[in-house]
């Protein structure tokens, strides 16, 4: 089974930063896509950022538009541990952050860059990040 488990939330004031991280308990990390989402309150999950998660490609990235230029995505093979870096974090940006992952093989049968919630099979238990203003 695996589990992940994120830390790294907390409070920050508009302008700040955070660095969220997520540690997979699998044997080789390095098989598997990592992808970040985010629920505010009152809305649906959203794709923020994956890594390792299209055709193959280990250590590629990939940002929703909106986020582009301020969040960064990392992993850490020999650590079992992906990274979320946040900057000039908004309000909007309010939201629980959760970290999810899947075979990175699983890329090939969507034809694209898993940016969907059922294209993981595991997922944290989500972080809080309250961005005050």
């Known amino acids: 089974e695996v589990q992940l488990v994120e830390s790294g939330g907390g409070l920050v004031q508009a302008g700040g930063s955070l660095t969220l991280s997520c540690f997979v308990s699998?044997?080789?990390?390095?098989?598997?896509?990592i992808g970040w989402f985010r629920q505010a309150p009152g809305k649906e999950r959203e794709w923020v950022s994956c890594?390792?998660?299209?055709?193959?490609?280990?250590?590629?990235?990939y940002y929703a538009d909106s986020l582009k230029g301020r969040f960064t995505v990392s992993s850490d093979n020999a650590k079992n541990t992906a990274f979320l870096q946040m900057n000039s974090l908004t309000p909007e940006d309010t939201a629980v952050y959760y970290c999810?992952?899947?075979?990175?093989?699983?890329?090939?049968?969507?034809?694209?860059?898993?940016?969907?919630?059922?294209?993981?099979?595991?997922w944290g238990q989500g972080t809080q990040v309250t961005v005050s203003s």
């Open positions: 999810a992952a899947v075979l990175a093989s699983r890329s090939a049968l969507y034809g694209g860059p898993l940016l969907n919630l059922i294209e993981y099979d595991d």
């Open positions: 699998v044997f080789t990390f390095d098989d598997y896509a």
């Open positions: 890594i390792s998660c299209f055709d193959g490609i280990k250590g590629r990235t």
